[in-house]
Nanobody, 113 residues
Framework: QVQLVESGGGLVQAGGSLRLSCAAYGRILGINVMGWYRQAPGKERELVATIINGAGTNYADSVKGRFTISRDNARVFLQMNSLQPEDTAVYFC?????????WGEGTLVTVSS
């Protein structure tokens, strides 16, 4: 089992920045992919960014050039710059290990116009 603990959400004005953090605990050996997804009110959960062992990073088109994902051992970060109201959502940390996905409880990001 892998447990994920997220932090860093909050309220920010448009154009501002936030940094999300996620720490993985438990049986972390073998984690292949770490990433962030988000779910806005009334919408489906969508991929924001992933970082894959030995294979680089992947971003949604909507965040390219504004968000940066990074990883430090069992922690994954999401630096979010130039935030816009449409970025408002609950952001979920996700890891994939041997084909099994694990999710955090989510952290709310609210961007005011």
């Amino acid at each position: 089992q892998v447990q994920l603990v997220e932090s860093g959400g909050g309220l920010v004005q448009a154009g501002g920045s936030l940094r999300l953090s996620c720490a993985a605990y438990g049986r972390i050996l073998g984690i292949n992919v770490m990433g962030w997804y988000r779910q806005a009110p009334g919408k489906e959960r969508e991929l924001v960014a992933t970082i894959i062992n030995g294979a680089g990073t992947n971003y949604a088109d909507s965040v390219k050039g504004r968000f940066t994902i990074s990883r430090d051992n069992a922690r994954v970060f999401l630096q979010m710059n130039s935030l816009q109201p449409e970025d408002t959502a609950v952001y979920f940390c996700n890891v994939e290990k041997y084909g099994t996905n694990y999710w955090g409880e989510g952290t709310l990001v609210t961007v005011s116009s």
